[in-house]
């Protein structure tokens, strides 16, 4: 009979509309034989066999009567010419070795658990994009846009704290009327050392001048983010044309540091 293994092409079949000769219960039986012998393939494997001997069957059958054979003779010659049922599983079974079986099972193990991690890690790999962005352009960030000041200047002043780091990318300056006195805005965000982590939501920052009481040494006039990122804005700081700088302390946890942030009066005209 033609080859039924694994690639092997069946020639085009002669198909008439009539009724096989073989019974659908013989044809099935037949089927059933051939398949109890090929122990390795899967389902899906064994539905195709299956499908490529019934059609090997409608094709002999379908020539027969062609050729000029009565349909109640095709029955026998069409299993005759099949072949033993259990010769062609055995042959069939040694090209599904149990290690091809094993191989489909992992192929498939493998293909589910990269999707269930891609489908898992899809916030973090979100998360680790965010840490990037405040690690190389934070001034691009949604965030960094709500707010205008008359005179901006962008800046890097990076300063670790705990897990995380603290970075001041920009500062904003608007002048009253008598040019001596103003209000000054710090942009700033924190990202945690590891680009994968996850970073705290705010920091509890303190910024001080000589225009500043103690009362209005801590602000937080709004932030955004998420786990990957912090974003916020200190708004409406006091200063005076005597402040060259906007000291920002950290002192918490047993943990103190202190930065200056430039003050840009130069920018002023």
């Given at each position: 009979?033609?080859?039924?293994?694994?690639?092997g092409?069946?020639g085009p079949?002669?198909?008439r509309?009539?009724?096989s000769?073989?019974?659908?219960?013989e044809?099935?039986?037949f089927?059933?034989?051939?398949?109890a012998?090929?122990?390795?393939?899967?389902?899906e494997?064994?539905?195709?066999i299956?499908?490529e001997l019934?059609?090997?069957?409608?094709?002999?059958?379908a020539?027969?009567?062609?050729?000029g054979?009565?349909?109640?003779?095709?029955e026998?010659?069409t299993?005759?010419?099949?072949g033993?049922?259990?010769?062609?599983?055995?042959?069939?079974?040694?090209d599904y070795p149990?290690g091809?079986?094993?191989?489909s099972?992992v192929?498939?193990?493998l293909?589910?658990l990269?999707?269930?991690?891609f489908?898992f890690?899809?916030p973090?790999l979100?998360?680790t994009l965010?840490?990037?962005?405040?690690?190389?352009?934070p001034?691009?960030?949604?965030f960094a846009?709500?707010?205008?000041?008359?005179y901006?200047?962008d800046?890097?002043?990076?300063?670790e704290?705990?897990d995380?780091?603290?970075?001041?990318?920009?500062?904003?300056l608007d002048?009253?009327r008598?040019?001596?006195t103003?209000?000054?805005g710090?942009?700033?965000?924190?990202?945690?050392k590891?680009?994968f982590?996850?970073?705290a939501?705010?920091l509890?920052?303190e910024y001080?001048?000589?225009?500043?009481?103690?009362?209005e040494?801590?602000?937080?006039?709004?932030?955004g983010?998420?786990a990957g990122?912090?974003?916020?804005?200190?708004?409406?700081i006091?200063?005076?044309?005597a402040d060259?700088a906007?000291?920002?302390?950290?002192?918490?946890?047993g943990?103190?540091?202190?930065?200056?942030?430039?003050?840009?009066w130069?920018?002023?005209?």
């Amino acid at each position: 009979m033609a080859d039924l293994r694994r690639g092997g092409e069946r020639g085009p079949a002669v198909r008439r509309g009539l009724q096989s000769g073989v019974s659908e219960m013989e044809r099935q039986e037949f089927c059933d034989r051939v398949l109890a012998k090929v122990r390795h393939a899967t389902p899906e494997e064994k539905a195709a066999i299956r499908a490529e001997l019934n059609a090997h069957m409608e094709d002999h059958v379908a020539a027969l009567l062609e050729a000029g054979y009565e349909e109640a003779d095709t029955e026998k010659r069409t299993l005759a010419a099949m072949g033993d049922p259990e010769e062609i599983g055995a042959e069939l079974n040694r090209d599904y070795p149990l290690g091809w079986l094993v191989l489909s099972r992992v192929s498939l193990i493998l293909t589910i658990l990269i999707c269930a991690t891609f489908l898992f890690s899809w916030p973090m790999l979100g998360n680790t994009l965010d840490s990037l962005q405040a690690r190389i352009f934070p001034e691009t960030s949604s965030f960094a846009s709500r707010a205008k000041y008359t005179y901006e200047r962008d800046l890097d002043i990076r300063a670790e704290i705990g897990d995380d780091i603290l970075r001041i990318y920009k500062v904003g300056l608007d002048v009253n009327r008598d040019g001596e006195t103003g209000n000054v805005g710090l942009f700033f965000c924190n990202y945690n050392k590891n680009p994968f982590g996850y970073t705290a939501n705010g920091l509890n920052l303190e910024y001080g001048t000589s225009a500043t009481t103690e009362s209005e040494r801590r602000y937080d006039d709004g932030g955004g983010g998420n786990a990957g990122a912090s974003y916020s804005l200190a708004a409406k700081i006091p200063v005076t044309r005597a402040d060259g700088a906007v000291v920002v302390t950290y002192d918490h946890y047993g943990e103190y540091v202190r930065l200056e942030v430039p003050v840009p009066w130069e920018d002023v005209t």
